[in-house]
């Protein structure tokens, strides 16, 4: 009953998304335009991102902190630049305690406009040096068109600020960050990304550069999933943020900003899932495990001894990655059938399921099946093995996500050497198109304009190692124009 | 040069209270008008509340949610009495996305107004009973008189939210999660808390009943530092949150709510602190224990090997309270002397400080300092025996600080028979007055014009086993207007 009212991809993508993340019960639409309501299946994705991520900021020197929610307007202005980037998507407070303010204040759409004041009071000599502070928190962005997890006016993220002395510092922790989120996205979300530079015009509005680490949907359209933008002095500059350093000389800070949001939950929905529903990353997944008991009037006992000896079984089984105990769930709710907790526990995407019938029982062993491939298991139920075993089909699950995945995206990567082709690809089976182009903006706007695909970045030469981009040959022309070639960037169609 | 800068709390507590939050950078003014930044030192006692309570709230089958930010006024309207009440602290967004909105949205004072429709769309049968959802989040409440922490404009808490099948079962969830408060402020922030029933006068706008833990300060001045609410079937039966019982009868669930926010904060440092500033206790401390090197130019080498032994040993004694490693830090920053730095680790509230010096390492010991009570101890500087010996002193703090905290709050807990007698101690040592009370809103008017105190709360008759209330004989008359009384009450003038 489940399965059947899920939209099929190929029939229309969009309601299938929607499907998905409604009947899954990760969000709801809430009663004000273009927020949700993160359910707790869903939230519990974001306490893994939060669970995943933390660590690795602290690791490698960061603290939280909270900044106001509300940033008055003289502030959000004085960067110009970062002003104008915001400003059409603001909600304005205009009104509190019963009384018009004499100046309206912003909703935060990020914050460097309210954390750059708190750093240039902060921050005095070169040994107060680099401040590394990240937070957790709600942001607001006025969207005409959303979609849950993806573009929503409201929603949640970590957004890293760091001042340091140098430039190559500033660089340095950008990549740095950068490379945190790909091992996280990679390694734990099990989705396979780029690295690179953004283009002038679709970096953000203040910086000095902007990389990101960019992905690819099922449905062949690229999603932005993380960005670190080195702000160099700019922000530093117009916040007054200035330290004297070992030479005696008043220096602004070189500062970086990076995030990453509740989008990450949609890019989760939209590369592993499929039309029976979501399919989560066993690392992330709030429930790895379902137990099922085949229910037998007669052999009613002989059900209940063997789920009792599987539940310990896996009790003392741990998740992997590091994790803790192995988050398992068993669904012995005598009101519905195991059919339709087969359908129901398969649409919200727990990795495994394992049956346990009066046959396994006497049978000594237990069914798992895979929600990655429907592969169907005999496992013996042996209490010492079992809980060892199925944790090696959980990170077994988690290796075949991301594989399936990167081949996805590789079948899905394609060279192109004009606007026709790539206009092509883009009205066929979209995906990534890796090109030479010259950097210039007039030809990124023809590009949009005609085949819909935007730069998505510019590749690493060396990868996280070096800021540098991958260069064309010498004499390539660009794609788009027909000049010569500055880079090699990769286009799509994106959310 | 710190401690001279913070003012003594017997010549001004309130500004006492400032210093020692700003110069332990606990928190800053930002530059909007009653907001503040929690910075790093501060938010790590916030993340300290969470990692205490979150664990509890799920251990009891609670799950976290994330609910909108904004709610649209005809929501937060529907509730009479729950808009009335909070109304005048709402404050509004009228624009957003470049355009005059055309209802205006309430940035979240709490969350009923909006949680509410969303449990009337999920909840449909007993069988969706019971449902446990928290958030953590922030909240906006415009406030005339801020102070740091205690009151202000926004906020940081957690808001549980349930819904059940019977009025015994709300009451219930709320008891028992008065009892994971009370629990925790105790055992983990060593605040000894009364906990009992708000006066119908104090209780949350819209509520049957509310609970409360309440602190003493050190200054006589008591905090509500918690607070769960009955909610009744007063939401459910305004939000329409109905259910199909098992007896095909529809019916309103019986809600409950209940909350801590960064006030807790406010109260350590005010329960805990002296005049050298900030005293945390080793269950919430960021850092539990600082090493302070004692250079010396002729045995660098000698005071560098015993700094090297003693952070090895400190790196494998557990924290204590199960929380993992023992948290500390080594300061060998050699552009300040060690004076300097006892007095700046003092005032950050650092429970235990190690002193590492060239005649300790030669006499194999280490001189550690307690911050609670000044105490110098010669530990023997035993690689094996160090950390179990430095966790136990941290145990040995922890209680002190609680037993201390206790005897406070005994010492300057009086009863009282007439409103002069409260009205003396009020203006005298303060601290909670227990007095019989007639119930009456008038009388409570009263005494809080004439005194400064307001009702506490009333205590229970048996804990947090049951809901009873303590009575007084028969006989025994308010202390407050000569009536019969009917409960006995704890006054006190509060934040």
């Known amino acids: 009953m489940f399965v059947k009212a899920i939209t099929p991809r190929d029939q229309d993508y969009s309601q299938w998304y929607i499907d998905v993340v409604t009947k899954a019960e990760l969000m709801d639409y809430a009663p004000v335009k273009g927020c949700m309501v993160i359910r707790p299946y869903g939230y519990a994705l974001w306490e893994a991102v939060h669970d995943g991520l933390d660590p690795r900021f602290k690791a490698t020197g960061h603290v939280n902190a909270y900044f106001p929610l509300f940033i008055p307007e003289s502030f959000l202005s ?15 407070v205009t009104r509190g305690g019963g009384e018009d303010l004499a100046e309206r204040l912003a909703v935060r759409p990020t914050s460097e406009a309210i954390i750059g004041p708190m750093y240039a009071k902060w921050i005095q000599s070169y040994r107060d040096l680099p401040v590394l502070i990240n937070q957790w928190c709600n942001v607001v962005r006025w ?9 929503t006016t409201e929603f949640l993220w970590q957004e ?9 510092e500033a660089e340095a922790e950008t990549l740095g960050i950068l490379e945190i989120y790909r091992d996280f996205v990679e390694g734990t979300l099990a989705i396979p990304v780029l690295v690179g530079r953004k283009s002038e015009a679709e970096k953000f509005a203040g910086a000095l550069r902007t990389y990101s680490i960019e992905a690819l949907m099922s449905d062949g359209k690229g999603l932005q999933s993380g960005t670190c933008h080195n702000l160099g002095q700019h922000f530093a500059e117009v916040y007054g943020i200035n330290f004297l350093d070992a030479d005696g000389q008043l220096k602004p800070v070189w500062q970086s900003s990076w995030g990453v949001s509740t989008r990450l939950i949609g890019a989760v ?20 495990v379902v137990v099922v008991p085949i229910p ?27 994790l803790g105990r192995l988050r398992f769930k068993v669904d012995d709710r005598p009101e519905y059938t195991p059919g339709w907790k087969f359908n129901d526990w398969e649409m919200r995407g727990v990795p495994v399921r394992l049956e346990v019938g009066p046959r396994d029982v006497k049978a000594g062993q237990v069914v798992a099946v895979r929600r990655d491939t429907g592969e169907k ?25 991301f594989e399936k995945a990167k081949r996805f995206r590789e079948e899905n990567t394609r060279e192109a050497a004009s606007l026709a082709e790539i206009g092509e690809i883009m009205e066929t089976g979209r995906g990534f198109v890796l090109a030479p182009w010259c950097g210039g903006d007039a030809c990124e706007a023809d590009l949009k304009e005609k085949t819909g695909a935007t730069t998505r970045c510019l590749p690493l030469a060396k990868g996280l190692s070096s800021s540098a981009v991958t260069t064309p040959a010498p004499g390539t022309k660009c794609s788009l124009c027909g000049e010569d070639a500055r880079y090699m960037a990769y286009f799509a169609r994106a959310y």
């Open 78 to 92: 004085r960067e110009a630049e970062h002003f104008q980037g915001f400003t059409p998507q603001v909600a304005w």
């Open 143 to 151: 969207e005409k068109a959303t979609r849950p997890f993806i573009r």
């Open 160 to 168: 890293g600020h760091t001042c340091h002395r140098t430039e190559d």
């Open 269 to 288: 929905v939209m590369v592993h899932g499929d039309d029976r529903g979501l399919v989560l990353p066993p690392r992330i997944a709030p429930i790895q």
């Open 296 to 322: 037998s009037d007669k052999e009613a006992d002989l059900v209940a001894s063997g789920v009792a000896s599987v539940r310990e079984a896996l009790g003392r089984a741990p998740a992997g990655d590091g």
């Open 377 to 401: 298991l005999k496992l013996p139920a042996d209490p010492v093995t079992l809980g060892g075993t199925v944790t090696e089909i959980l990170e077994a699950i988690q290796g075949n996500l």
